[in-house]
């Protein structure tokens, strides 16, 4: 449980550092949740399924920072290298941009399960992360409850370090500092 927590935390922490340097990205996330979810509600479990364009960001951001870029299974011999395979130019169209587009292409199934061997952010096979669900429902749930109540910025314009530090978990060198801005027409849904 530790362990999903601290990979939740610093995938989420990604996903926001991403929107944030993708100002675009965040937007249409926004309008989805706008339209989805509206301007007077709260983000509830049964929206979830419903926002394609958030699963892509999630999906995206795991492909280029992906909480566990290393796997190496006990008594192995075989690493697994998560973060080069996202990053491979002959599986990807621009493997170093951040382009959740290519997650919604009805004829990519790409999912967390480890099935297609050019998208393991959880790893695959008999070691792969037996969290899955919980984490990809915790993601949804905070990051759509994030973007949809509230603007983000960087606190006086400051520059977005978008360097990792390598580890058991790729965290980002520098923490993300963001200033939220309520965007939600009804304030009493803040209280």
């Not at 989805?32 to 979810?37: G, P, S």
């Not at 007077?40 to 892509?56: G, S």
């Not at 990051?143 to 978008?162: E, M, Q, T």
């Not at 993300?176 to 209280?191: D, G």
Request: one cysteine or more.
């Amino acid at each position: 449980m530790v362990g999903g927590t601290d990979t939740t935390a610093t995938i989420g922490e990604w996903v926001l550092t991403e929107l944030m340097q993708h100002p675009e990205e965040m937007i249409r996330v926004q309008e989805e949740l706008t339209q989805i979810v509206g301007l007077n509600n709260l983000v509830e479990e049964f929206h979830l399924p419903k926002l394609h364009h958030l699963d892509a960001v999630i999906k995206e951001t795991f492909r280029l920072h992906p909480p566990v870029p290393l796997l190496v299974p006990r008594r192995s011999t075989i690493f697994l290298n998560a973060w080069a395979i996202h990053r491979d130019p002959s599986v990807w169209d621009d493997p170093l941009e951040f382009r959740p587009q290519r997650f919604l292409n009805p004829s990519n199934s790409f999912d967390y399960q480890g099935n297609k061997f050019q998208f393991l952010p959880f790893g695959s096979g008999r070691r792969i992360c037996a969290g899955i669900p919980l984490a990809e429902r915790m993601m949804f749930y905070v990051l759509a409850s994030f973007l949809h109540s509230f603007d983000w910025k960087l606190p006086n314009d400051k520059k977005l370090d978008v360097s990792d530090k390598f580890g058991i978990v790729t965290k980002k060198n520098t923490p993300l500092i963001a200033v939220p801005t309520p965007r939600l027409s009804n304030l009493e849904l803040y209280a």
